[in-house]
């Protein structure tokens, strides 16, 4: 059970992993579509929203409501490193009414967006930063791990109340 959480955990975790290496082969195109990449996140919020809500039984109307309203409030917060950290309680509490597939995949795609618009600055100083391992940059890699960190560290210790 524990060995199954923790997995599902790092791989929703390693979205961000993916957005970084998606920013790196095409930096070009992060900021024309940053628009379209905040449109998408907040979609995949309500997808994470109303999954955990109908797995706890809500009735429909009532899951749509408050996806709504709780994905209006982190859009005006437009903090995604906030974001993530309610995404932690929202991995834990899928788990227990065995949702956790879409929502640790749901987690995952919105990690890549999350982690491809997160790096977009950095790809402004490309030549300022060393080249390592076929041209994906490191320090950008674990700048992007270490500021969504919390998110690993609330799951791990959300574990230990399975």
């Not at 929203?49 to 309203?69: E, M, R, V």
Request: proline fraction near 2%; aromatic fraction near 20%.
């Amino acid at each position: 059970m524990y060995i199954e959480y923790v997995l599902a955990l790092i791989i929703s975790y390693l979205g961000l992993l993916a957005g970084n290496i998606l920013a790196f082969i095409s930096p070009e195109e992060i900021k024309p579509y940053k628009y379209y990449f905040d449109l998408l996140k907040y979609a995949l919020l309500l997808g994470i929203f109303s999954t955990l809500l109908y797995a706890y039984g809500f009735h429909a109307w009532l899951t749509a409501l408050f996806t709504i309203i709780l994905t209006a409030a982190l859009y005006l917060v437009k903090k995604d490193f906030v974001t993530y950290i309610l995404l932690a309680f929202a991995f834990f509490l899928s788990f227990k009414v065995q949702a956790t597939i879409v929502t640790a995949s749901l987690i995952f795609l919105f990690g890549m967006l999350a982690a491809a618009t997160f790096s977009e600055p950095f790809m402004k100083n490309r030549k300022k930063i060393t080249l390592c391992f076929k041209g994906i940059k490191l320090n950008v890699i674990g700048k992007t791990l270490m500021h969504y960190i919390p998110y690993f560290i609330i799951g791990v210790i959300l574990m230990f109340f399975l």
